[in-house]
């Protein structure tokens, strides 16, 4: 590894472990990971964490409903989820979980620097909170039913009361200094709709002290100065990002100096329902450790279904492993990243998702790729190579080659991943396009015209190929490997004469057409 190679350090929110992951997380997940997958192509030296967050009220009423301890039960959990992961293919870095002995002690640190700092004062919170999400909320805030009881604004779950001695975390000392951050810097969080949303209910309005422990609540880092205390449930989960790299107070291990401290890019992806957490809070607490901030926070809407939000009462949960016991994994991580756009909500809907894979997939690129080798095989069985020729036509394609390699680009290092996956598709549908109107099926034998034509049809092929390989590497490696080549580089497809002496596979079929 070279020493000039420029770091990227990505994340996904660590999941609940405290119920099967549904296609949601999955989404997640696969934004982050085909992410961390774009930026290897680019040449970064990349480090990918996902977890489990393992302490809190919730956690803690649900592993006494199984009747099992704690621990027991996140440990089941955090298996299940890695074993999800490995299952789609998903390969991570960090494995981060928060009931790690490492991460609480690191945390307990943490907490003992903010008291010693005066950013942490003892107090009493009398207000609502909100046991499945994990959240405080004033009574303005929450929605007060007919039925006497407050509830949350957007989950709909309802508020329980509580009154407890509590430590609090300063954050009115910061809201001026976070709006400035975020004018300061347009891109740093999106989209920008919610950002919109926290200033006005949030940051405009001046921001309240957060209460940051829980004395009613067992399951969790105790605090070092008053035990009967356990630090809440968020500050304990944001921390992970952090600990799971290695950083503690005064002694940060190589990996945090590396890709945190001195680290280029650092990215955080998450559900937009978490976002006051991540947008708010988390860069505050950034910012009284004296830590460097991420350079990126992307709020992603969720996948609903056809009759609203998945939920259990509604009956419409989707399993990973439903999808996967009928679909190539590689099909549905493909699905969720090219059809949803990241900053909206999408809708999940099964004949949806076969048009999209038959459409794309297989009528689209894996005919091009199936007639081109079937023509190549036929007539040139040592290769074609390539020729440069002043033809419009065949000068088109090469110029719709070399452009989508910019377009692919800009749009992925926007975070654009949906409309980036569709330009590879598009230059798919530019090549068919191409071997349509100069039919290369018309000729019997080897001629100039028609290596021309194939040999620009195969560095279309290769160009796809690279361009989904970020979300298809194993289909995609089967094809640039039928191409006969090894490879899969984006310098790679500007190369057109990459395929001179080079054979190809006599066939190749990417997936069957899905019923
Ligand atoms: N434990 C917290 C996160 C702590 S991060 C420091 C948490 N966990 S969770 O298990 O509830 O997972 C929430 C995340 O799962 C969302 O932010 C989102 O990334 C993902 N999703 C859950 N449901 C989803 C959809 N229906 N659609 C898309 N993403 C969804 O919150």
Redesign the pocket.
Known sequence: MSKTQKTFFIT?????ASGD?????L??TTLAWTIANYKKLKGFDVKFLTGS?EHGQKIANKALEFNQNPQTYVDSFAKKYQKLWDDFGIDYNFYSRTSSKFHSESVKKIFSFFLTKGFIYKGKYEGLYSVPD?EFLTKTQAMLKTDGQYYHPSSGHCLELVSEESYFFKMSLFTNWLLDQINLNEKWMNPKKIVKELKNNFLFKGLEDLSVTRTNVKWGIKIKEDTNHTIYV?LD??C??ITALGFDIKNSDENFVKYWQNGDEIVH??????SR??FVYWPIFLKALNIKQPTRLIG?????TPNG??SKSKGNVINPYELLSKYHKEMIKYYLVSQINIGEDGIYEENHFKEVINSDLINNYGNLVSRTLKMIFSIFKNGVKFKEIKLEIHNNIEKKILDSVLEYQNLFDDFKIDEAMKIAIKLSSHLNKYIDETKPWTFKEKSEELEIILSRALNGIYAVAVFLSVVLPIKMQEVITDLGLTKISLENITNFYKFDNIKQAEKFILFERIK
């Open positions: 996904t929110p660590i999941y609940y992951l549904h296609i949601g997380h989404y997640t967050d994990e968020w989960a944001l992970n990002y992806i998450l559900g937009k329902e978490i957490f991540h992603h809407g969720w996948i609903i939000k998945m």
